[in-house]
């Protein structure tokens, strides 16, 4: 359960980049609700209790107030050891997408431009390009379109 700087997250800190992770400052906390348990999840969506976290605004204390210290769960219980297996399966799993991704769409070919956008396929064209050729222009130079932009 990826929860901000709970057990699993601390875990791959420490396997990854332990040099930037003090276990000296680890705190356990738990997030704070004004109702009995079990109808909201607090801080995020570990147990994916009948209504998410940000659905019961109101009924428990927003985080920063609530787990001031940037953390919700156990950093404590946090090893380097705990993040092997997880990281392993992590890694093969983006391997796997990555290879059915360039199987669907070999490298300088990506998926019709009619069925993915609103867009026309000349107006995507040059957001298309190989990025630094001539007449490239990177994706966030495409004019907003839809609600909020005045269009």
Do not use: C
Request: no cysteine; charged share 25%.
């Amino acid at each position: 359960n990826f929860v901000h700087a709970a057990e699993a997250e601390t875990s791959l800190g420490l396997f990854l980049v332990p040099e930037m992770v003090d276990m000296e400052y680890a705190v356990n906390t738990e997030g704070k609700s004004y109702l009995p348990d079990g109808h909201f999840d607090k801080s995020v969506e570990p147990f994916s209790r009948p209504s998410r976290w940000s659905e019961g605004e109101g009924h428990f204390a927003i985080e920063l107030a609530g787990t001031p210290e940037g953390v919700v769960g156990k950093a404590k219980a946090g090893t380097a050891e705990k993040a092997r297996r997880p990281l392993a399966a992590i890694l093969r799993y983006m391997t796997l997408v990555n290879d059915q991704i360039l199987e669907a769409f070999p490298s300088g070919s990506v998926p019709p431009v009619e069925e993915t956008t609103f867009r026309t396929e000349a107006e995507m064209e040059p957001y298309l390009r190989e990025p630094w050729s001539e007449g490239w222009k990177p994706v966030y130079g495409l004019p907003r379109i839809g609600q909020g932009s005045g269009l």
